[in-house]
């Protein structure tokens, strides 16, 4: 698998910039995956020195593409599950000719948009076109592209679901594009044929085939930051999924790894305030 998104400066509870976007964490997850993984992330070459540490724990997995300006978020954690954020600079889009210049040659693509306009449609109907299966992170389908309190929305195009194999949504973003309780008749309007709904420490509903099946999460992890939480889990599922697994297997997995990192973080005393 590939996985395409924009780096991200993330500001967290204050401290000093840190490196942030998919690319930041997708590989937390891919370095212990089976097959074979890429990352490709967007950003402008004056940030690209912040960094360094995912290039040095990652290798030759990431390639970092030059823009002319890169993400950036502030984001302010008040505990485990709830946080404020603020985009501080809306990143590159993506189009036809980048991902032609980067001529991914996986079957799967996992597209990791920070807001709304980093993939547009034409992109996905080009990666769709060239044969790719696509996966999506939903955030990119609710966030508005503008600078200052990260505004929430369900003004997307119909075209961006179009081409889409597999879409994560989180709890919020999930109520937000069924414009109330995300159920069997949401997932039905949307037609993407594999969609994950995360609710955090509570578990995951994967719906498919006109079905809908809750998978709860490996275990609890409380008091800590979880930035990065869900590019990990949906990382690590698509990998799974990539290589043969079932989407609940896929999920548990993703889970497990999920609860192992966080578990990390509080012993290294990461906690949200």
């Not at 000719?97 to 948009?113: F, Q």
Request: charged share 25%.
């Amino acid at each position: 698998m590939t996985v395409l998104g924009n780096l991200a400066i993330d500001i967290i509870n204050g401290a000093p910039p840190s490196p942030g976007g998919c690319a930041s964490f997708a590989g937390v997850a891919l370095e212990s995956a089976p097959g074979t993984a890429h990352i490709v992330a967007m950003g402008a070459r004056r940030d690209h020195e912040l960094f360094d540490p995912v290039l040095d724990r990652f290798g030759s997995m990431v390639r970092l593409l030059a823009s002319d300006r890169t993400s950036a978020f502030r984001l302010d954690y008040d505990d485990t599950d709830h946080r404020h954020m603020g985009v501080e600079a809306v990143g590159p889009v993506w189009t036809p000719a980048d991902i032609e210049a980067d001529d991914p040659r996986t079957t799967w693509i996992h597209l990791a948009p920070l807001l709304r306009t980093d993939f547009p449609a034409e992109t996905l109907a080009h990666l769709a076109a060239r044969g790719h299966r696509i996966a999506y992170d939903g955030q990119g389908l609710v966030r508005a592209d503008s600078v200052g309190p990260l505004q929430l929305d369900r003004h997307f195009a119909p075209e961006l679901v179009r081409h889409l194999d597999v879409l994560k949504l989180a709890e919020d973003e999930a109520v937000i594009v069924a414009d109330g309780p995300f159920d069997l008749a949401a997932a039905e309007r949307l037609g993407v044929p594999e969609i994950l709904v995360t609710y955090g420490s509570e578990g995951c509903d994967i719906y498919r085939d006109g079905t809908v099946e809750r998978v709860p999460a490996a275990w609890r992890v409380m008091d800590v930051q979880t930035t990065g939480a869900g590019d990990m889990f949906t990382a690590s599922f698509i990998a799974h999924r990539a290589a043969g697994a079932d989407p609940r297997r896929a999920v548990q997995i993703a889970s497990e790894l999920v609860a192992r990192e966080l578990q990390k973080r509080v012993h290294l005393g990461l906690s949200p305030a």
